[in-house]
């Protein structure tokens, strides 16, 4: 079972950055295709920001695109999503996902909230 455990979310202002960790225990991380999800709140949850396990492509949501850097460190068993120029709009509940396979795994979330 890979547990995934996100932190660094909090309150900021409008323009301000934040940056969130997923850590993994578990299982090895480099062959997990991951990503970092949101929901806001009344919304379905979307994918923001993917790393792909093998070459490392990232693909980002046009929301997020040009503001939102995702990267990952094997050896330190870490995703991270570097979030700049947040809006009001960015406000939601943060979730890390891990898939190999038909294998899915969810963190349980950390919440940003982005005040004008």
């Known amino acids: 079972q890979l547990r995934l455990v996100e932190s660094g979310g909090g309150a900021v202002k409008s323009g301000e950055s934040l940056t969130l960790s997923c850590v993994a225990s578990?299982?090895?991380?480099?062959?997990?295709?991951l990503r970092w999800y949101r929901q806001i709140s009344g919304k379905e949850r979307e994918s923001v920001a993917q790393i792909d396990s093998v070459t490392g492509y990232t693909r980002y949501a046009d929301s997020v695109k040009g503001r939102f850097i995702i990267s990952r460190d094997n050896l330190k068993m870490t995703l991270t999503l570097q979030m700049n120029a947040l809006t009001p709009d960015d406000t939601a509940v943060y979730y890390c996902y891990a898939r190999r396979y038909n294998n899915e795994f969810w963190g349980r979330g950390t919440q940003v909230t982005v005040s004008s």
């Open positions: 578990g299982f090895g991380l480099s062959s997990f295709d």
